[in-house]
Nanobody
Framework: VQLQASGGGLVQAGGSLSLSCVAS?????????MAWFRQAPGKEREFVAA??????SYADSVQGRFTISRDYSKKTTYLQMTNVKFEDTAVYYC?????????????????????WGQGTKLTVSS
């Protein structure tokens, strides 16, 4: 599966922004768990949020502020970010893991995900 992320940009602290990740290829979109990770300069890639067709999971740092959703007709995964903070500044990556390999259980480990988008950068100004 090929993934194309978009929607990053510059936003003031307390503002909102939405990221999109479009999946392409001859796939059944509901056969994949989809996730968002992020990587800040000098830091390791970290889990942000993920969703299967049955459940969703969030990192503690974004719980209540970020919402992951999926549009199966458009093969698109969204990350709606509200009340963004300076520490949310990072490059955001979408990722996909096939259910045939991992099941419906959400994994927070980057190594679980087989396909990655190119990343889209979010910069939060204080």
């Amino acid at each position: 599966v090929q993934l194309q992320a978009s929607g990053g940009g510059l936003v003031q602290a307390g503002g909102s922004l939405s990221l999109s990740c479009v999946a392409s290829g001859r796939i059944f979109f509901d056969s994949y768990n989809m996730a968002w990770f992020r990587q800040a300069p000098g830091k390791e890639r970290e889990f942000v949020a993920a969703a299967s067709s049955r459940t969703a999971s969030y990192a503690d740092s974004v719980q209540g502020r970020f919402t992951i959703s999926r549009d199966y007709s458009k093969k698109t995964t969204y990350l709606q970010m509200t009340n963004v903070k300076f520490e949310d500044t990072a490059v955001y990556y979408c990722a996909a893991a096939p259910i045939r390999s991992v099941g419906y259980t959400i994994s927070k480990s980057p190594s679980t995900y087989e396909s990655w988008g190119q990343g889209t950068k979010l910069t939060v100004s204080s």
